[in-house]
């Protein structure tokens, strides 16, 4: 139920940017494979947001891992 209503806000959100925007919206995505992130977008500007975003995941999960495994 909370998955459907997620997506539902998001299209609503798209619809009234691209309504806001003149039509122009930019997006992108993160996929992280282990530790491992991997950026993309529609324009440069949203490939480094994405990558900085991926970073930040990175550095949560080697902390996360670390955290765990060193008992603090």
Do not use: C, H
């Not at 539902?8 to 919206?25: C, D, F, I, N, S």
């Not at 996929?31 to 440069?44: H, N």
């Amino acid at each position: 139920m909370a998955g459907l209503l997620l997506v539902l806000v998001g299209l609503l959100l798209l619809v009234l940017g691209m309504l806001g925007a003149g039509g122009r919206v930019e997006g992108g995505g993160v996929v992280v494979i282990g530790p491992f992130p991997i950026a993309f977008g529609t324009s440069e500007r949203m490939a480094k947001v994405m990558a900085a975003v991926g970073l930040a995941l990175a550095l949560l999960f080697l902390f996360l891992l670390l955290r765990d495994w060193k008992g603090f």
